[in-house]
């Protein structure tokens, strides 16, 4: 691995956050949240670091009653689609508690937002 990118690695900030919801959730109930140890952070793609592109990309993912993905969406792009993907496809592979209605898991929708920053 080249010097820049383990230095673009090493620097990069992580941030990530499953958006709240519009409206409060009916007393029992919840949105499905991403366990932030249960997987590996989405590394910066090469070609990325050497252009410098840095961006915040919002995306869905479906979890079922179980807390695993079953299905994911860029909601809204970082304007490269390079890193949208790079983080889709890592941030599938976590787990998450899935969403909760009347007391029970379920499946359903959640956003989760990443940034890619180089320093």
């Given at each position: 691995?080249?010097?820049?990118?383990?230095?673009?690695?090493?620097?990069?900030?992580?941030?990530?956050?499953?958006?709240?919801?519009?409206?409060?959730?009916?007393?029992?109930?919840?949105?499905?949240?991403?366990?932030?140890?249960?997987?590996?952070?989405?590394?910066?793609?090469?070609?990325?670091?050497?252009?410098?592109?840095e961006?915040?990309?919002?995306?869905?993912f479906?979890?079922?009653?179980?807390?695993?993905?079953?299905?994911?969406?860029?909601?809204?792009?970082?304007?490269?689609?390079?890193?949208?993907?790079?983080?889709?496809?890592?941030?599938?592979?976590?787990?998450f508690q899935?969403?909760?209605?009347?007391?029970?898991?379920?499946q359903?929708?959640?956003?989760?937002?990443?940034?890619?920053?180089?320093?």
């Open positions: 691995m080249s010097r820049i990118i383990r230095t673009a690695l090493h620097y990069l900030f992580l941030a990530l956050a499953c958006a709240a919801s519009a409206h409060a959730a009916p007393q029992g109930s919840s949105r499905a949240k991403l366990d932030f140890d249960s997987c590996a952070k989405p590394q910066y793609p090469a070609a990325d670091v050497q252009a410098s592109h961006g915040k990309v919002t995306l869905g479906l979890v079922n009653e179980n807390g695993k993905v079953k299905d994911s969406k860029v909601i809204k792009s970082s304007g490269f689609t390079t890193l949208d993907e790079a983080a889709r496809s890592a941030l599938a592979q976590c787990s899935p969403a909760v209605e009347q007391g029970k898991a379920v359903g929708w959640t956003k989760v937002q990443y940034v890619w920053k180089l320093r």
